[in-house]
């Protein structure tokens, strides 16, 4: 027997009246108010509104018809009102597996629900909550993208978020999401995990447990990406992704699935082709512990987009657009630019489709 879904209309719906009437109870118009598609319910009678408030994600939809039916409103108003809202992609289904993934209390049901729609409710995604649940994601470096990052993805659901870096905080470090500035001294670990644990107490924030690896490793350091660490994560197998800013730059991606994707050699291979000096530009700049810098809006907007591509990953979407690519963020306007890195013919990680994209790299 198939499984009854959970229809959720989220709490920030609008629902509106346009009209009334004491026979029909006029017209419901539910969203619609934002640009987006709405739904104008004609006749709404006087079992919508309870029809509407039944929609919260706990109920299945065989519960919902059942206790509509009870109201004395028919099955066949009820599929047409649900099929309407689906259409508007107002509502999303919830599994039971969903469901059981959500962390039990009040305070946590009231967290989670404002994040169920983004991480399950496409239809055939069944059990992305609970997916992200059983997550674990490794940042390393608490900068100030990092923390803010692994914060955004604790509150989004990923079960296990644990920071690494070995640092004190300074005072230069404090962010919004990110450490304090009453951190300054601490140990960064540590103030980094006080600020994922403010937006999602019932976080894992510990390292992974002997033997499991994580789902996605994120580097947080400008210039990650020639750390030897790399090559320990692409020999594993280990997704990765860069997300930092240089100089004033925000910059996410190469996100690497290795066997599949560019790595980050591909991108030093690259570099290498376009300046022979850049071996002797890396080695200085990987050799000392750069300045923090970066505006709030900067790191704060990459950390966001980072969080897009990490999920995008977990949640097992359409390849995400930071594979064999960056989105770069340059003030002041901030807008988003892509520049592709595809597998460099020349690296270890090509395989047949090597150097197929050769000269799109930069643009």
């Known amino acids: 027997m198939t499984e009854s879904p959970h229809p959720l209309l989220p709490p920030g719906t609008a629902v509106l009246r346009l009209g009334e009437d004491e026979f029909t109870g006029g017209t419901v118009q539910v969203g619609g108010v934002d640009g987006a598609d709405g739904v104008r319910i004609c006749p709404a009678g006087p079992g919508i509104d309870a029809l509407l408030r039944r929609l919260d994600g706990r109920r299945s939809e065989r519960q919902v018809r059942g206790e509509s039916a009870a109201d004395g409103t028919p099955a066949d108003v009820v599929d047409d009102v649900l099929g309407g809202l689906r259409a508007a992609g107002l509502v999303h289904d919830l599994t039971a597996a969903d469901l059981l993934a959500v962390d039990p209390g009040p305070a946590a049901a009231a967290r989670a629900l404002p994040e169920l729609p983004s991480a399950g409710a496409r239809a055939g995604a069944g059990g992305r909550w609970r997916d992200r649940r059983q997550s674990a994601v490794v940042v390393d470096g608490a900068t100030r993208v990092g923390t803010p990052l692994a914060a955004v993805l604790a509150a989004s659901g990923v079960g296990r978020v644990h920071v690494r870096d070995r640092g004190s905080t300074l005072a230069a470090e404090a962010v919004v999401g990110g450490v304090a500035a009453s ?129 995008a990953h977990l949640d097992g979407d359409a390849t995400p657009a930071a594979v064999d690519a960056t989105l770069e963020f340059r003030p002041p306007a901030l807008l988003p630019r892509l520049r592709r890195w595809p597998r460099h013919p020349g690296c270890a990680c090509s395989g047949p489709a090597g150097g197929a994209a050769t000269g799109q790299h930069g643009q």
Do not use: F, K
């Open 183 to 311: 951190d300054e001294g601490r140990p960064r670990s540590l103030a980094a995990a006080d600020a994922v644990r403010r937006v999602s107490p019932l976080t894992e924030l510990g390292p992974l447990p002997p033997g499991r690896s994580p789902d996605v490793v994120v580097l947080c350091r400008p210039w990650a990406a020639l750390d030897p660490l790399t090559t320990a994560l692409q020999r594993e197998g280990t997704p990765h992704l860069v997300a930092t800013v240089r100089g004033e730059t925000g910059v996410v991606g190469p996100l690497v699935l290795p066997g599949s994707s560019s790595c980050l050699r591909c991108a030093d291979a690259w570099r290498r082709e376009d300046d022979p000096a850049w071996p002797r530009l890396a080695t200085q700049l990987s050799a000392r512990e750069p300045a923090h810098s970066g505006a709030t809006v900067t790191c704060l907007l990459t950390a966001l987009t980072a969080a897009v591509q990490v999920l």
